[in-house]
């Protein structure tokens, strides 16, 4: 190739970038209003600080086998109306989400990824590279989210490797998961640039008021993962109370719902397609204030698995 078709080509493919970092804010975003107006629904999304907007409400592929499980799940969802998938490198199952979402027949632009790096990762260049290959094994063109999975002893540069990432248009938004309040002070301390996300465990019993008071104040969206308590609070006889008033409600509903009307980014996992559909079926109503004051009070700290928020990842 001649020296001048090699600067025509890079030219072509600096345009091509440009477009597609430009296309990156292109994003429709629903604005809420009071907690209990009626105003969510599984479409709505959060506009992140970045300008790009993501899903209220998401299917989370923690634990689901790689292979037709996955698939399956993934495959459920989307005919259901989920438009966001969250999966991570840990979970094994990132080439199963890529090929549910490929197979369709939906656009891609329709669909939100998420993914993860783990600490194993961690370090600039490994983190360049771990973040490219969950790209391959995706295969979406590109990821929507690219979260830090949990702090560990290189985040600076692994947070470093992601921003470069966002840059070549590998993913469109960085965040993190895991992250108390001085992990996030010390990336913005470190490089200026502020998490677009933090994933964190969070419910009526698990409400880290400290970290969520912290993200709202410097615009980090608030992600809750493990909405559930993965069963453990599912027969506690106020959330039994809860849901009795709401007809055809259960109290995993209470649940979502609390999470969702906290504006929390919701993704609650399941791999069987009953539960995946019911667990949609929380945008009919609303917990009233009462309700949602009695749920304030459940606090005790209830971790369903490892805290790094506080502990240090250890290999």
Not at 148 to 177: D, F, N
Request: net charge negative; glycine share 8%; charged share 25%.
């Amino acid at each position: 190739m001649s020296v001048l078709a090699c600067i025509h080509a890079a030219i072509l493919l600096a345009s091509c970038r440009l477009l597609h970092c430009q296309e990156t804010f292109d994003f429709p975003h629903s604005d809420f209003g009071t907690v209990a107006d009626g105003s969510l629904t599984i479409n709505s999304t959060v506009l992140l600080n970045d300008g790009t907007s993501i899903p209220l409400f998401g299917l989370g592929v923690y634990r689901s086998q790689p292979g037709e499980e996955t698939e399956d799940a993934v495959r459920w969802a989307l005919q259901y109306g989920y438009r966001h998938v969250d999966t991570a490198s840990r979970y094994r199952n990132e080439e199963s989400v890529g090929r549910a979402v490929m197979d369709s027949g939906i656009s891609r632009e329709e669909i939100f990824i998420t993914t993860k790096i783990f600490n194993d990762d961690h370090g600039y260049e490994k983190t360049l590279a771990a973040g490219r290959a969950s790209l391959a094994k995706l295969g979406t063109g590109y990821i929507d989210l690219l979260l830090m999975h949990a702090p560990g002893e290189q985040t600076v540069s692994t947070w470093q490797a992601m921003i470069q990432l966002k840059e070549e248009g590998v993913c469109r938004s960085v965040g993190v998961s895991n992250f108390g309040v001085h992990h996030l002070e010390e990336l913005h301390k470190a490089t200026g640039v502020t998490p677009s996300v933090n994933q964190i465990e969070v419910s009526p019993y698990l409400q880290r008021r400290d970290i969520v008071d912290y993200c709202q104040a410097h615009g980090i969206a608030v992600e809750g993962y493990s909405p559930l308590t993965k069963g453990v609070k599912l027969d506690d006889p106020m959330l039994v109370k809860i849901a009795a008033k709401y007809p055809g409600k259960t109290t995993a509903h209470v649940l979502i719902r609390w999470s969702v009307q906290q504006r929390y980014i919701t993704i609650p996992k399941s791999a069987k397609k009953e539960r995946i559909q019911a667990n949609i079926d929380v945008f009919d109503f609303n917990l009233d204030e009462e309700d949602m004051a009695e749920l304030e009070t459940l606090e005790e700290y209830l971790l369903t698995g490892w805290d790094p928020t506080v502990d240090e990842w250890k290999p």
